[in-house]
């Protein structure tokens, strides 16, 4: 009850970030007919062939939610989320109670274990990941390794039959982290079924003997991930230098511990950046971090009674072992990262917390109630309290897309992706100086980043300065030239230009680099019917499709073939808010003051909470004011 009360300010919170690409932009999950398509071709998780990995299941459930919403209802694709989330803190639940019970049996286990799930669960730093939608990886992931554990330790016919692989099988496939389920198995059998230490499991013979019992765990996971490596052929982690974002994890892995306790400064996008100098002071505080925690988790290893906590700092870094080592990626730290390590660094933290308030010999639960417990017991629901206040804070930030990107520019002042979302969304205001402001700061950080010229060329264009715009949108193809949206935005603005012949091969590039680009698509259907009604396009079949064509035709200024189709959507589905809201704003173009009002009204009365239309609605409203 205490998190539902919490999250229950985020359902109505917008896509966001790389829910565009993958999501909103994604021509397969519209249709579940493609979901054999899904564990074939990693084409379908993205529109963006750089980020297309293979997550077949993730994308199995957007799809479901796609058809469950009747289309892009963020509410429901919130709601499944936050269910995966209840779903694994209650299968926290079970595995903590059944770690501590293995260490040191007692009543008041299941205490501990519910007061560390519930930190947890109301912990702002998982709000990170609830909130952002396409982050549902970390959460399947981390689901199914977790059920995967329990299923093995509980035994029976799930371990004899080898059915807690299921489990673990969907957890890669919800993101490939979940292949680190085989070496934290192989913990858990060490230090609690063959009662070794870390010191002892070190051991050739030790290690094979463990082995001989986790093996199959192993292989599995081992196969598919190398299966979603050989059909992932377009993917690019993103990472520059492998060496600088190595030396810069160190300092990235004391960042989320300290956050476990103090999440004062998280951010959606940080500006954290990777660290050439291999004697910079955050590579040695680091290092030395790393150092005490390992040793830690061999001091604690030694002994039943402590091993959950070894146990759980080795699952901190097992657990970020494919982000911290193995693949370089693009940014150094996301804060949603924190979702599947948090786990390991919950238990171990609380139940070496339970150990040093209660000690070996007088179990907590024997006392006699003390003043000292009802003050542990106020303190403990203060700090809970503390969490879910910060959680709905993260989540009132994740709300739209302007409350997200200005926080970024606040907490992550050097964050040039921050800096020009902030001022995409100015544009889109109309806002233009504002939003060249913020451009111009982010070109002093990412020089070369594609999206940022590609939106240059926009504002260049919508100042009046062709020539400066063209030279942004090649810019944009020369920096990134695999990425379809440098190519659909040029086209665009050739077509605007009458440059027709110009625009098709850009827009026919674009579609050849991905094919799932339903942008790239609807904007050739137009080029190619020489920009006539939408009516005319065969495609158009669901409300979805008329309304990105609609889109589509509002960028390239044909405001009444917009208001057409979006006709054409509400006739598919006459509540549908966003379809009013390209009316009002269509309205607005042709100056239809008046008319624009009224339908952005009907988006309101539909949609209260729509932000679009309530400032296309204050816009039209100031004009009919003057």
């Known amino acids: 009850m205490a998190v539902v009360a919490t999250y229950a300010n985020h359902f109505h919170s917008e896509f966001h970030f790389d829910d565009y690409h993958t999501i909103h932009n994604n021509l397969y999950i519209r249709d579940l007919r493609n979901l054999p398509l899904f564990f074939t071709s990693p084409k379908t998780f993205s529109a963006l062939p750089s980020n297309q990995s293979y997550r077949p299941l993730v994308t199995t459930t957007l799809a479901i939610d796609y058809r469950l919403g009747g289309g892009l209802n963020p509410v429901v694709f919130h709601m499944t989320s936050f269910v995966l989330f209840l779903m694994q803190c209650a299968v926290m639940l079970v595995l903590y109670r059944r770690l501590m019970d293995h260490a040191r049996p007692h009543e008041s286990n299941r205490w501990i274990a519910l007061l560390a799930t519930a930190w947890y669960a109301l912990h702002p730093a998982n709000a990170e990941t609830v909130n952002y939608i396409i982050a549902r990886s970390e959460l399947l992931s981390t689901l199914g390794v977790v059920l995967a554990l329990v299923m093995f330790a509980s035994g029976g016919r799930a371990r004899r039959y080898g059915l807690y692989l299921v489990p673990a099988v969907a957890a890669v496939f919800g993101k490939e982290q979940g292949a680190m389920f085989a070496p934290l198995l192989f913990l858990y059998v060490a230090f609690f079924e063959r009662e070794r230490s870390l010191g002892q499991l070190l051991r050739p013979r030790e290690i094979a003997a463990t082995l001989r019992t986790v093996w199959p765990a192993f292989l599995v996971c081992g196969a598919v991930v190398g299966g979603g490596l050989r059909l992932a052929t377009t993917f690019n982690p993103g990472g520059s230098s492998r060496w600088p974002y190595l030396l810069a994890q160190p300092f990235v892995l004391l960042h989320y511990a300290l956050t476990f306790f103090l999440p004062l400064n998280l951010s959606a996008d940080t500006d954290w950046g990777p660290i050439a100098n291999p004697f910079d002071d955050r590579v040695i505080?680091?290092?030395?971090?790393?150092?005490?925690?390992?040793?830690?988790?061999?001091?604690?290893?030694?002994?039943?009674?402590?091993?959950?906590?070894?146990?759980?700092?080795?699952?901190?870094?097992?657990?970020?072992?494919?982000?911290?080592?193995?693949?370089?990626?693009?940014?150094?730290?996301?804060?949603?990262?924190?979702?599947?390590?948090?786990?390991?660094?919950?238990?171990?933290?609380?139940?070496?917390?339970?150990?040093?308030?209660?000690?070996?010999?007088?179990?907590?639960?024997?006392?006699?109630?003390?003043?000292?417990?009802?003050?542990?017991?106020?303190?403990?629901?203060?700090?809970?309290?503390?969490?879910?206040?910060?959680?709905?804070?993260r989540n009132e930030v994740w709300r739209t897309e302007e409350s997200l990107w200005l926080d970024v520019t606040r907490k992550s002042p050097e964050n040039g992706r921050g800096l020009m979302t902030y001022g995409v969304i100015q544009m889109g205001k109309g806002r233009y100086p504002i939003a060249e402001q913020y451009f111009e700061r982010a070109l002093q950080y990412t020089p070369h980043y594609a999206y940022l010229h590609v939106n240059l060329g926009v504002l260049k264009n919508a100042l009046g300065q062709p020539v400066e715009a063209e030279r942004h949108f090649r810019a944009a193809q020369q920096y990134d030239p695999q990425n379809p949206v440098s190519y659909v935005f040029y086209a665009r603005w050739l077509a605007s230009l009458g440059r027709r012949e110009e625009a098709i091969a850009q827009v026919r590039r674009a579609v050849d680099l991905s094919p799932a680009d339903l942008e790239a698509r609807t904007l050739l259907q137009e080029l190619l019917t020489h920009g006539t009604a939408p009516a005319a396009t065969p495609a158009a079949d669901t409300p979805e499709q008329w309304l990105a064509i609609s889109l589509g035709q509002y960028r390239l200024g044909q405001y009444q073939a917009c208001i057409e189709s979006s006709r054409q959507a509400l006739r598919l589905r006459p509540d549908y808010a966003e379809a009013f809201n390209n009316i009002c704003a269509a309205n607005n173009g042709l100056g239809r003051y008046a008319e624009a009002a009224a339908d952005c009204e009907r988006a309101i009365a539909i949609k209260p909470d729509f932000a679009l239309a309530r400032n296309n609605l204050a816009l039209a409203k100031s004009h009919l004011g003057r």
Do not use: K
């Open 285 to 393: 505080v680091g290092v030395v971090f790393i150092g005490c925690a390992l040793a830690l988790a061999a001091v604690a290893s030694r002994r039943r009674e402590t091993r959950p906590v070894a146990f759980g700092v080795l699952w901190f870094f097992v657990a970020l072992l494919p982000t911290s080592s193995i693949v370089a990626l693009a940014e150094v730290m996301n804060d949603h990262r924190m979702c599947f390590p948090f786990v390991g660094l919950t238990l171990a933290v609380f139940w070496g917390a339970a150990l040093a308030v209660e000690g070996r010999a007088y179990p907590f639960a024997a006392r006699p109630w003390t003043l000292a417990r009802s003050l542990a017991l106020g303190a403990a629901v203060a700090a809970l309290a503390a969490l879910a206040y910060g959680t709905r804070q």
